[in-house]
């Protein structure tokens, strides 16, 4: 994984390597060199198989982090490549065409995180959230309890019960 | 390779930006619902078919019909309030999500399991492997009309659930697998009684097979259908049974061996003609393997020895700041966990990568084209899809 990285860090230029095991590593690329860094791991190092792209959402920093992680089947290593982009108008080359499968999880991340990838094939078809009218539900500012109680209504004769006041009622009945 | 190349004069054409030009007016083209309410779907998700006669010329994928957002609720629960949560983003074969989100926990928490611990999690996880292996060759034979394949799967299934009924508790959602280890040992005469299972479940594969394998309505619908090109693997993630078919030994398992399966000596199956027949008789040979990987971890786990190990109380973790991907070969493919935490009690982010997202949406889309709507029904079961990993 080191040797790979100083490979690659002669090339682009890469952040820091985060080696979490011997076999998985993540590595911080700038947006503009994402591409052809893909490419290069794909077409020479053998990193072939696009497991998966997601993103993470950083509210604090102001910052979402696209992760795309790559495996090699036969040196049996799998390389996390982090994109950070700025949360207002997020926006990140499409890479559909690297990998077909991609247009799949860009158009989730578009409709889940609001991010935009411009040419991606049927980025703006809805995937899973029909008519769909708040800010995009997987982001951090999203508050799942309060867009619950705005739409929905409560099923009469129903009791909650506070978790830690029901097991203290439980364990202490006497109010010890 | 030769495939079959379909006269394309009588589609309709292309627009530049690779779309397909369907005049719904022009009285050529019918729009045909597939689902979400369907004998021939899988589970809770439709396929929006176009067709010109009986054959399919588009197809769209369209999941949602159970989407809870497990990835978004798991961001306000405690590490281990998520247990009830993950396992159900897959019903028949739950337990591959318990072992992986336990697994991305101990590692970014730096807790080792034991040895006994981990021969437990590979038992549990081969017997999931039976159980949803079994659930697909009922839905693969139910699919082209043979109902009485699923009646006998079915039965065999449920023994395997008494199984696990016994040393878990729970038949479906087992939640066993803890982070540093599992909840209990074998129970009395375990062995015993899972190989009288174990023997029943080849005395009933036996029977599929003869009735299945050997079906002329079967073989004449499946041989040389819905062919996935060794090409595609890569492009579209293709992983588990579905690229072994292909010719592929890509299996987790021996790749990137995990738990104790190095101790294990089995070889991945694989068959070369890609097509449904090939997929159903590649999962039949696997789910016999798994039969013989569950007698080797009997014969060879040890029987005495911590099942979890020393660790403060799960109800007060806090994980330092990391971010790990733990992936399990599970019965359709490769499962992972991506699991981001920023030193909180609970998780970041966490993203399921289940093997149904990239079969049943781009592989799907991609395969439909060109086969009749009587054949669509088989093929996309013989991807081995399920819903909730798609949209979890």
């Known amino acids: 994984m080191r040797a790979l990285h100083t490979r690659l860090q002669q090339l682009f230029p890469l952040g820091e390597l985060t080696e979490q095991r011997p076999d998985l590593g993540f590595v911080t690329v700038p947006a503009a060199y994402l591409r052809p860094t893909l490419l290069h791991l794909r077409d020479r190092e053998g990193y072939t198989h696009l497991v998966l792209l997601t993103a993470v959402d950083w509210l604090e920093d102001g910052q979402f982090q696209l992760t795309y992680l790559l495996s090699n089947r036969s040196s049996a290593q799998d390389l996390g490549l982090r994109v950070l982009l700025p949360r207002e108008g997020a926006s990140m080359e499409s890479i559909h065409d690297v990998w077909p499968t991609a247009a799949t ?72 | 390779m030769d495939f079959f190349a379909p006269d394309r004069s009588q589609y309709p054409a292309k627009k530049p930006d ?3 030009d369907i005049d719904l007016a022009s009285g ?66 739950p337990d591959f999500n318990e072992y992986c989100y336990a697994v991305a926990v101990e590692d970014l928490a730096g807790i080792q399991s034991p040895e006994r611990a981990n021969w437990m999690r590979a038992l549990i996880l081969e017997m999931g492997r039976i159980n949803s292996y079994l659930m697909y060759l009922g839905g693969q034979a139910g699919a082209l009309g043979l109902g009485v394949i699923g009646q006998w799967t079915t039965y065999a299934r449920d023994l395997m659930l ?8 729970a038949r479906i959602y087992h939640m066993f697998i803890l982070p540093g280890g ?40 499946t041989v040389g259908q819905g062919v996935i090109d060794p090409a595609w693997l890569d492009q579209y993630g293709v992983t588990g049974p579905n690229a072994r078919a292909a010719g592929v030994a890509k299996d987790v398992r021996r790749d990137q061996p995990y738990l104790v399966y190095r101790e294990l000596e089995f070889e991945p199956v694989i068959g070369h003609d890609s097509d449904i027949y ?45 971010e790990t991907y733990v992936r399990g070969e599970c019965s359709r493919g490769e499962y992972g966990y991506y699991l981001v935490t920023d030193g909180s009690g609970f998780p970041r982010r966490v993203n399921v990568r289940g093997p149904s997202y990239t079969h049943a949406m781009a592989l799907l889309e991609r395969m439909i084209v060109n086969i009749n709507i009587s054949d669509v029904a088989a093929l996309m079961v013989s991807l081995h899809t399920y819903p909730p990993e798609i949209e979890r």
């Open chain 1, 105 to 176: 999880y860009q158009r989730e991340l578009r409709e889940m995180f609001g991010i935009d990838f411009p040419g991606s094939p049927r980025l703006h078809e809805e995937f899973i959230l029909e008519g769909w009218n708040d800010i995009p539900p997987y982001r951090r500012d999203f508050d799942t309890l309060k867009y619950a109680r705005a739409n929905y209504t409560d099923r009469p004769g129903r009791e909650t019960h506070d978790p830690e006041q029901h097991m203290k009622q439980q364990l202490y009945p006497d109010g010890a």
């Open chain 2, 18 to 20: 690779g779309t397909l």
């Open chain 2, 28 to 93: 050529k083209y019918l729009k045909l619902w597939q689902g979400p309410n369907h004998p021939g779907i899988t589970g809770n998700m439709s396929v929006e078919l176009t067709v010109c006669g009986d054959e399919v010329v588009e197809g769209k994928t369209h999941v949602g019909y159970l989407h809870r957002g497990f990835e978004k609720l798991m961001e306000r629960r405690s590490f281990i309030q998520c247990f009830p949560i993950v396992c159900r983003i897959c019903v028949p074969e």
């Open chain 2, 162 to 169: 008494d199984r696990f009924e016994e040393m878990t508790g």
């Open chain 2, 182 to 221: 599992v909840r209990d040992g074998l129970p009395e005469g375990f062995e015993q009684r899972m190989e009288e299972t174990l023997r029943e479940i080849e005395s009933t594969m036996k029977d599929v097979h003869d009735v299945m394998f050997h079906n002329a309505v079967f073989k004449k619908r």
């Open chain 2, 278 to 322: 090939t997929r159903s008789d590649v999962r039949r040979r696997d789910l016999l393997m798994s039969v013989d990987l569950i007698r080797q971890i009997l014969a060879k786990m040890p029987r005495s020895g911590p099942l979890i190990a020393d660790m403060p109380s799960m109800l007060h973790w806090k994980i330092p700041r990391g």
